[in-house]
């Protein structure tokens, strides 16, 4: 993640893509926003605005550059614009900010966040891809994948309901977000397009039950995520999965019950 954040230093006016960012922290893309938001207590996009404060103040300490020559230097656009940067990003004085620097990035506490680590055999998923549109606006989207199931004949045979969560809604604009709803099936066969087969490896995989509504598992994802970093252990390049527990029909939803799985690099399983 220092090679990460240097990266991003030295591309303020231009910063790096996903992939760049994720490889050069050699870390998988699929997690690297909740990686970074782990490690530093902040998004990438919140990242580029404090270092580009950082950098716009230092400037203006060398007492050779106007507030409007900084503003431009740093692509602010005005000095307006610069100032409710500033004052957003550090809520304090400029030497106060100075003084505080912009820190090396450090693990996260554990916390305590009831990770558990569990070996799982392999799985065969359907899944129906989506993309835009929030992650709790998701009934519809379920609703045609089980339709199909259900014309298929193939209900008798489900293992599981699952859903994979391919971005950070914290760092990813809402038309970009990625969603793959998911039915476990023995043998899913080959579904038809727009369906598609997905295995889940087996394996060690990091887990932690979130109780309640579905709108909390966004806070609960960032707490797996801390757990495992926290603890040592490496995800691996493989997103997010959700295991559903009940059908949000017949449960309340602050009795839903959803397993949350992060699959983990052999060598640190």
Request: hydrophobic share 40%; proline share 6%; aromatic share 8%.
């Amino acid at each position: 993640m220092e090679r990460a954040l240097a990266l991003l230093a030295s591309r303020l006016d231009a910063p790096p893509s996903l992939e760049e960012l994720a490889a050069a922290a050699n870390v998988s893309p699929f997690h690297f926003h909740r990686i970074w938001r782990a490690m530093t207590g902040e998004t990438v996009g919140q990242t580029v605005a404090r270092l580009r404060v950082a950098n716009a103040q230092q400037r203006l300490t060398e007492g050779n550059a106007t507030i409007t020559a900084v503003a431009m230097e740093g692509g602010f656009g005005t000095p307006q614009s610069f100032a409710r940067t500033f004052r957003r990003v550090t809520g304090v004085s400029p030497t106060q900010f100075l003084s505080h620097g912009t820190g090396r990035i450090a693990a996260a506490a554990v916390g305590d966040a009831p990770v558990r680590i569990e070996l799982r055999e392999r799985g065969e998923l359907v899944a129906l891809h989506r993309q835009g549109g929030a992650y709790r606006e998701l009934n519809a989207l379920f609703w045609q994948l089980w339709n199909w199931a259900e014309g298929a004949g193939m209900l008798q045979d489900l293992q599981g309901i699952y859903g994979i969560p391919l971005d950070d809604p914290a760092s990813v604009p809402e038309e970009r977000l990625r969603y793959d709803a998911c039915l476990a099936f023995s043998d899913p066969g080959a579904p038809p397009a727009p369906f598609r087969h997905i295995t889940l490896a087996p394996g060690h995989y990091a887990t932690l039950r979130h109780n309640g509504s579905y709108d909390g598992l966004e806070d609960s994802n960032q707490r797996l995520i801390d757990g495992v970093l926290a603890s040592g252990r490496e995800p691996a390049d493989f997103p997010l999965i959700h295991h559903f527990l009940d059908d949000p029909e017949e449960v309340a939803s602050d009795a839903l019950r959803t397993d949350i799985l992060v699959r983990l690099n052999a060598e640190s399983a």
